[in-house]
């Protein structure tokens, strides 16, 4: 079944700064990343998603950056803001593989103020 | 629109007790997922429904784990006999038949003690 890594575990990023979360899949029929957002005591929020057939997405702060070839994708936020902190989740799934999600295991940011 | 319902939020229960868990989703939503995170790691897929039919219950870490749908509407996940390596959060999501984008509820914090 797919795999996915997530790095760093934890990130911590001046106010301001840009935070950068990177995840690596292993099932090369993955085709839909999405990411979401845990904020503490909240259910996990979809912030942004991509799929296999684009290699950027940007909305507003976040974009969402996909190299197919080395099977990884990524997660920017950029002029960060202390509600910008939270658990971090990267996903995984196939069409057609009834969209299980496949996830890492979260990066909790935290911006300093 | 209400979003993913679940209850209840927690539950603290002994081994070898019987818990329930009941996830409402999104209305229309004819996919509905069940995912569990144990404590320090990812969210690990369970099962899933489209409508009242089991699609896919591969996750289902043993036989003590009993998920239902009838009617097709809202789902509950039944825990019986309870152990300590069950504890975790069980989260339900849902999608429009079809769709990627899968919804979140709020989880119930189960503790087996």
């Known amino acids: 079944g797919e795999n996915v890594e997530q790095h760093p575990s934890t990130l911590s990023v001046q106010e301001g700064d840009s935070a950068v979360i990177k995840c690596t899949y292993s099932?090369?029929?993955?085709?839909?990343f999405p990411w979401y957002k845990q904020e503490l005591g909240k259910r996990p929020q979809l912030i942004i998603d991509?799929?296999?057939?684009?290699g950027e997405k940007k909305d507003q702060r976040i974009a969402v950056t996909l190299n197919k070839t080395a099977k990884h994708f990524s997660l920017h936020i950029t002029e960060t803001q202390p509600e910008d902190s939270a658990v971090y989740f990267c996903a995984a799934s196939r069409r057609g593989g009834n969209n299980r999600l496949a996830f890492g295991k979260g990066n909790q940011v935290v911006v300093i103020p | 629109e209400a979003g993913v319902t679940q209850f209840p939020s927690h539950s603290v229960i002994e081994k070898g007790q019987t818990v329930t868990l009941r996830c409402d989703p999104i209305s229309g939503h004819d996919n509905l997922y069940w995912y569990r995170r144990v404590m320090g790691k990812e969210i690990k897929f369970l099962l899933h429904?489209?409508?009242?039919?089991?699609?896919?219950e591969s996750g289902m870490p043993n036989n003590r784990f009993l998920a239902e749908r009838t009617g097709g509407t809202y789902s509950t996940l039944k825990v019986q006999p309870a152990e300590l390596e069950d504890s975790g959060v069980y989260f339900c999501?849902?999608?429009?038949?079809?769709?990627?984008?899968?919804?979140f509820g709020p989880g119930t914090r189960l503790l087996v003690l």
């Open positions: 099932d090369s029929a993955s085709n839909y």
């Open positions: 429904f489209v409508k009242e039919s089991k699609q896919d």
């Open positions: 991509i799929r296999s057939n684009v």
């Open positions: 999501a849902s999608s429009q038949g079809g769709a990627e984008t899968q919804y």
